[in-house]
């Protein structure tokens, strides 16, 4: 059902799954590849019906959102900043009236979007104010420990049972995002992306996620600090989006080979 692959039987990734020859057909069916782009409610529809599909959307689906995924994190006792959810922006602002649980600075991080358009440095309360006024006002948020990460993190996509990793490298502010400045070195540290993408790998299996773009950071010796889960990632750092086909189009012969996820090390 996804145009990238071209399998024994390929619809249209708009076909009417109700349908009884469609419902019959997935049912019938060793495996299940997602149309590209596909809504929550269709998802639930065709992996309630299939025997086996790919990509693995339900982390997606369950976890979408920041606050969610500081859950997960937490759930699956993964090293990441401390973090504390508020409920929305009133419910914050009342509580730095009385004491906040973390002292300047620290992290505010709205629930969505990407390339950092919702994720603010609060250095002092004048900080805070204006993040909170920059976003939602009934959308849940957080406030996040500031991990000093030397100006770069390192992104890990995974795809099906396949990895690439990259540094990013600040542009001289806070963010390291590529959009907003970051430059991109994926020939920098390996033996840091190899821990990354071990630390990635395993997570990997105990939250069934196999596509997604992962930022970790690494304050000190220990195990890589997991920043946020991108479901939605951009592909610069793939090739582009001929290189991330190319990567979709393996990681489906793998998955058809039974292997999934990525392969943490021993």
Same mark, same amino acid.
Request: with cysteine; glycine share 10%; charged share 20%.
């Given at each position: %059902?996804? $145009?990238?692959?071209?399998?024994?039987?390929?619809?249209?990734? =708009?076909?009417?799954?109700? &349908?009884?020859?469609?419902? $019959?057909?997935?049912?019938?069916? +060793?495996?299940?590849?997602?149309?590209?782009?596909?809504?929550?409610?269709?998802?639930?529809?065709?992996?309630?019906?299939?025997?086996?599909?790919?990509?693995?959307?339900?982390?997606?689906?369950?976890?979408?959102?920041?606050?969610?995924?500081?859950?997960?994190?937490?759930r699956l006792k993964t090293r990441h900043p401390r973090t504390?959810?508020?409920?929305?922006?009133?419910?914050? %602002?009342?509580? *730095?009236?009385?004491? =906040?649980? /973390?002292?300047?600075?620290?992290?505010?991080?709205?629930?969505?979007?990407?390339?950092? $358009? !919702?994720?603010?440095?609060?250095?002092?309360?004048?900080?805070?104010?204006?993040?909170?006024? +920059?976003?939602?006002?009934?959308?849940?948020? /957080?406030?996040?420990?500031?991990?000093?990460?030397?100006?770069?993190? =390192? +992104?890990?996509?995974?795809?099906?049972?396949? %990895?690439?990793?990259?540094?990013?490298?600040?542009?001289?502010?806070?963010?390291?995002?590529?959009?907003?400045?970051?430059?991109?070195?994926?020939?920098?540290?390996?033996? =840091?992306?190899?821990?990354?993408? &071990?630390?990635? #790998?395993?997570?990997?299996?105990?939250?069934?996620?196999?596509?997604?773009?992962?930022?970790?950071?690494?304050?000190?010796?220990?195990?890589?600090?997991?920043? *946020?889960?991108?479901?939605?990632?951009?592909?610069?750092?793939?090739?582009? !989006?001929?290189?991330? +086909?190319?990567?979709?189009?393996? #990681?489906?012969?793998?998955?058809?080979?039974?292997?999934?996820?990525?392969?943490?090390?021993?």
């Amino acid at each position: %059902m996804n $145009s990238l692959v071209h399998l024994e039987e390929n619809l249209p990734n =708009l076909a009417p799954v109700e &349908a009884p020859e469609v419902a $019959s057909m997935i049912r019938a069916a +060793r495996g299940v590849v997602m149309p590209r782009g596909i809504t929550r409610k269709r998802y639930r529809k065709i992996a309630a019906m299939a025997q086996n599909w790919f990509p693995n959307l339900d982390a997606k689906y369950d976890y979408s959102g920041k606050t969610k995924q500081a859950v997960l994190f937490q759930r699956l006792k993964t090293r990441h900043p401390r973090t504390i959810l508020y409920s929305n922006p009133q419910v914050l %602002m009342d509580a *730095e009236r009385k004491m =906040l649980p /973390l002292d300047y600075p620290f992290v505010l991080k709205g629930d969505n979007g990407g390339g950092g $358009s !919702t994720v603010f440095p609060v250095c002092c309360r004048e900080d805070l104010i204006n993040g909170l006024e +920059r976003l939602p006002a009934k959308e849940p948020l /957080l406030i996040q420990r500031w991990v000093n990460h030397g100006g770069m993190d =390192l +992104r890990v996509v995974v795809v099906g049972a396949k %990895m690439v990793s990259y540094f990013r490298v600040g542009g001289e502010n806070f963010y390291n995002n590529v959009c907003r400045g970051g430059r991109m070195h994926p020939e920098i540290f390996p033996a =840091l992306q190899d821990r990354g993408m &071990a630390a990635v #790998a395993r997570f990997c299996h105990l939250a069934s996620i196999n596509l997604a773009g992962f930022d970790l950071m690494f304050p000190d010796e220990g195990p890589p600090v997991f920043i *946020e889960i991108n479901f939605n990632f951009g592909r610069k750092g793939l090739g582009g !989006t001929p290189g991330f +086909r190319q990567l979709f189009k393996e #990681a489906v012969e793998l998955w058809q080979q039974g292997i999934a996820y990525p392969i943490p090390p021993p």
